[in-house]
């Protein structure tokens, strides 16, 4: 996570995320993975937060985890319905729990076999309950949509904020947004659907286009970064940023779908990185010059 903010900022906004939630300590410590007494201290400002418990902290009480840290961090373009603690009110927290139990039944089933009562069951209330927040299930679907949203940019602004290198900021952001993990499948799973509904529907009735659009300005001012810094080989940024993504969106559905496998979905990007992206000159260079200062102090 961000080493520069000091944690008592992030305690303080905890605290006021926590407050804002309604749950208690023990519940977010449990959500987050810790025991009371981290999260005591945490809390407190004397000890940081990593960056997965920032994510678990997140995701329990509905903000954002730049929200957390101080609104500063610029690793990863705004998405388009940023939270804020303000958005974690007494209300929100079954409505939350229903787009969680509709986000993971979603994306493990898809969208014509879930019913509401299935979505109701799953957060422990009554159909009629469901109803009084969500009109019908293509409004909780678009909610889903929403979520999946937010835990990619959390989980960007979490893991990619401490990172000063571009080069490894990109690795990591790709990595970040690969179908590899349990949690990273049900994103994709829900964006696969979605790509399907845009495909039949109206498109400019959906959101998804504007965060999509979000997801490619992180990766071409990443790209801008690195050509900055020498990093990576010069060229259109925009037009680098379009065929990365559009690499990623292939190899990911090929992995989602059992077309390929995970050792190749990675080979086959750290190829394209190595041959499109990377200035492998400039890092050939730099190992040289490694090896002649090791050659020299000994």
């Known amino acids: 996570m961000s080493g520069d903010q000091p944690p008592e900022v992030s305690a303080e906004r905890a605290r006021e995320a926590i407050g804002w939630s309604g749950l ?8 987050i993975g810790i025991d009371e007494t981290k999260l005591s201290k945490a809390l407190a400002g004397r000890r940081r937060f990593t960056a997965e418990e920032l994510l678990g902290l997140a995701t329990a009480t509905g ?24 958005d974690a009110t007494e209300e929100a927290t079954p409505k939350r729990t ?10 493990r089933h898809g969208f014509d076999a879930v019913r509401i009562a ?22 909780l679907f678009d909610a889903a949509l929403d979520y999946s949203v937010k835990l990619a940019f959390d989980r960007q602004i ?3 904020d401490g990172i000063a290198d571009p080069a490894q900021r990109l690795e990591r952001l790709l990595e970040l947004q690969s179908p590899l993990g349990r949690t990273e499948r049900g994103e994709w799973s829900i ?9 039949l529907e109206d498109a400019t009735l959906a959101d998804y286009p ?18 900055h810094a020498g990093r990576f080989r010069p060229g259109d940024a925009r037009a680098m940023a379009d065929e990365l993504t559009s690499l990623l969106d292939g190899l990911g559905i090929k992995v989602l779908t059992g077309v390929m496998d995970q050792e190749t979905f990675t080979l ?15 890092r050939t260079d730099q190992q040289n010059i490694r090896t002649v200062q090791t050659k020299e102090s000994s």
């Open 191 to 199: 964006w696969l659907q979605t790509w399907t509904r845009l495909a």
């Open 158 to 160: 979490a893991w990619l």
């Open 63 to 86: 903000v954002t985890v730049r929200w957390i840290l101080g609104d500063e961090s610029q690793v990863s373009a705004l998405p388009p319905k940023p939270s804020s603690a303000a």
């Open 98 to 107: 229903m787009v969680e139990a509709a986000w993971t039944l979603f994306g």
């Open 268 to 282: 086959r990007l750290r190829s394209y990185l190595d041959r499109s992206i990377l200035d492998t000159t400039s």
């Open 24 to 31: 208690s300590q023990r519940r977010v410590a449990e959500a």
């Open 118 to 139: 299935d979505i109701a069951e799953a957060s422990g209330v009554s159909t009629p309950s469901v109803h009084y927040y969500f009109a019908n299930k293509a409004e």
């Open 210 to 227: 504007r965060s999509y659009k979000r997801w490619s300005q992180t990766v071409q001012t990443t790209i801008e970064d690195g050509q």
